[in-house]
């Protein structure tokens, strides 16, 4: 059964411009002990929803539910069982890091001995030591993106909310963040992701929702989704930008569809259904048209394709998309205004 | 690219979140101890911020200095010396004015996402207006101490008794903590932090100076003396004064509120809070951080 159940979900803002459907019926259901990511561009709508199902806003119409709890009408004993950590470290800068989760521990009313014994353990577990004393501001963002996911398990959660646990991390500290979140599941909790990164999505989650303009439009594993459009994608790199035509028609009669050339108009690819054949061919054929390669390979499609492919436009490249049916928002505004962009209208 | 396998993970039992009884204490209990866990987070953050602290300090000796050294002797009031007169209208000032940071800290901490931890909590729902009201009560207190103790210095005396001086100290402290109610509403809804002190020195300097706090209402045009007579501020001004016993034999304005300043204090503090408490709970249920 699914421990976290949505059907219907709207929300709906007032702003200058009109009203902005932030959600427009947004369904989700994450069976237990699994993980599911929220995938989708700024302003699709992925905040809105990790919002409503922590009791932090409610929906313009629809219902959720959290472990059977009705979260409209039962939010406290929904926020008895979840960790919630946001887009924003929600940490006290002028606290120390313990200080900050043995003040989430008496909040969650565990009593001071229990909230100071588990503050020191997560100091420990998230390797905290060194802003275990020290007042947090001054710490790195993903310092305190540790800080924040440790207030977020101080009870061990049933049920854990991130939401862009890794926007705005380096490199190193995203992979650091992933290998914690990848421990986390590992026994069973169940966790509900939202990112607009396709690998962080791909990495950590059993199964992704595609959601843009405030709904789903896919949902399904990564291999799932990737077969949807087609097998795997034969690509090559050419020396001379002056061959791209010639090569573009070799392409074209190998693979399925229209190729693809890139920003750089040297690399140009197609999706192709009989796999590594179709590159044989294609290579032959280049050869005797004696186009000279750069590189050439097969790649399995990324979440991007699909994207591109469900969308029309490119997930990471939000600047471009056209409006649509439910969002007016999702060309400049951030994931995180896409909750409070307005006023709120009357619920 | 590596998939996580998730086939073999199965729920461990144990992981429930908190357990429905996990504490036995009494909801009331539970009320007080969140207040208080809240209460003491905003004192660190005095404590760790010494700029606000000694700003706290500096401001209320800057005030009471200004006032009473620059216009004492350039303002007659007819019955009184003027530094007597002034400095109840300084402390209310200066209470009212400190109930700003209600509004300020709350604005800010909607914007660090603090708020947003809070309300994923299965904490009292008041516990951090409570704890924003109540630190900002501490800060007052202290901002009342150091006032009178430099009000003292340049020649202010109580010439009560210390049961009144105590009843006024009580009452400046009263209606500044229901004032934080009503900033802390404007704090949480204002869309950033900056905005509030302009929206608040809005409505605080016509409250404060349009008032019997610096000036005697009867030296006021028209429209204007009848608003520092029905001003809830002249009122508590009005009402310190008699007790500490600074009224010396300045007439007292024939306006009811005049006449009754102490009974219409109190309903002023009990009117804000009975209005504003409710307001304030009813709107942190519904913010988040933006």
């Known amino acids: 059964m699914a421990i976290i159940e949505a059907a219907g979900l709207e929300k709906t803002y007032s702003s200058k411009t009109g009203p902005v459907h932030a959600l427009a019926g947004m369904d989700l259901s994450v069976p237990e002990g699994t993980v599911k990511a929220l995938l989708g561009p700024n302003g699709a709508g992925k905040t809105t929803v990790v919002k409503i199902l922590t009791t932090l806003i409610q929906p313009t119409a629809g219902s959720a539910r959290v472990d059977g709890l009705d979260v409209l009408r039962h939010p406290k004993a929904v926020r008895r069982i979840i960790g919630v950590s946001g887009q924003y470290s929600a940490v006290d800068e002028n606290l120390t890091g313990f200080e900050n989760l043995d003040m989430v521990g008496r909040l969650y009313h565990l009593g001071a001995s229990a909230s100071r014994r588990r503050a020191q353990e997560l100091i420990d577990q998230f390797e905290l030591t060194e802003a275990g004393n020290r007042p947090v501001k001054g710490f790195s963002g993903g310092m305190r993106r540790r800080i924040d996911l440790a207030g977020a398990l101080v009870i061990r959660p049933k049920i854990l909310f991130l939401d862009e646990p890794t926007t705005g991390l380096d490199p190193r500290s995203r992979i650091s963040l992933w290998g914690i979140i990848k421990d986390l599941v590992r026994d069973g909790t169940t966790l509900l992701l939202t990112t607009q990164y396709l690998e962080e999505a791909d990495q950590l989650s059993d199964d992704i929702v595609v959601i843009d303009g405030g709904r789903a439009i896919a949902e399904g594993t990564s291999d799932e989704l990737k077969a949807q459009i087609g097998g795997h994608r034969a690509s090559v790199s050419l020396l001379e930008q002056a061959d791209a035509p010639t090569a573009r028609a070799v392409l074209g009669r190998h693979g399925d569809g229209e190729p693809v050339t890139g920003d750089d108009g040297r690399s140009i690819e197609v999706a192709v259904s009989d796999g590594p054949l179709a590159l044989q061919l294609i290579l032959a054929e280049l050869e005797e048209a004696g186009v000279a390669l750069h590189d050439a390979g097969m790649r399995r499609p990324s979440l991007d394709d699909v994207f591109l492919t469900l969308t029309g436009r490119r997930a990471e490249d939000s600047t471009t998309s056209t409006a649509s049916t439910a969002s007016t928002t999702s060309t400049t505004s951030s994931d995180s205004t896409d909750g409070t962009a307005g006023k709120e209208t009357a619920a | ?290």
Request: with cysteine; charged share 15%; net charge neutral.
């Open chain 2, 1 to 290: 690219m590596s998939v996580v396998t998730p086939k073999d993970r199965r729920p461990r039992p144990g992981r429930t979140g908190v357990p429905e009884d996990a504490t036995t204490e009494a909801p009331l209990a539970l009320w007080f101890s969140d207040g208080w866990i809240v209460t003491r987070r905003n004192l660190t953050k005095l404590k760790r911020s010494p700029d606000m602290l000694v700003f706290a300090v500096l401001q209320p000796i800057m005030f009471v200095l200004l006032f009473s050294q620059i216009y004492g002797g350039s303002i007659e009031v007819e019955g009184s010396d003027y530094t007597q007169y002034l400095m109840a209208g300084i402390f209310a000032q200066t209470v009212i004015f400190g109930s700003t940071f209600s509004g300020s800290a709350m604005a800010q901490d909607l914007k660090d996402g603090i708020i947003d931890r809070f309300r994923t909590l299965p904490m009292s729902s008041s516990a951090v207006l409570i704890g924003r009201t109540n630190s900002d009560l501490v800060l007052n207190t202290l901002s009342v101490v150091i006032m009178m103790g430099t009000g003292f210095l340049v020649g202010w005396r109580v010439t009560t008794d210390a049961g009144s001086a105590l009843a006024g100290v009580g009452l400046l402290l009263l209606f500044s903590y229901a004032f934080s109610w009503v900033m802390a509403l404007l704090g949480m809804s204002v869309k950033s932090p900056e905005v509030i002190n302009n929206a608040s020195f809005m409505i605080l300097f016509p409250l404060t100076f349009i008032s019997n706090a610096f000036v005697q209402p009867q030296n006021l045009p028209g429209p204007l003396e009848t608003f520092a007579n029905w001003n809830p501020v002249s009122a508590l001004v009005q009402a310190v004064r008699e007790l500490f016993g600074n009224t010396g034999s300045v007439p007292v304005p024939d306006a009811w509120p005049m006449q009754n300043a102490l009974p219409m204090v109190l309903v002023g503090i009990v009117l804000l809070l009975v209005v504003f408490v409710p307001l304030c709970i009813r709107k942190f249920a519904s913010i988040s951080s933006r």
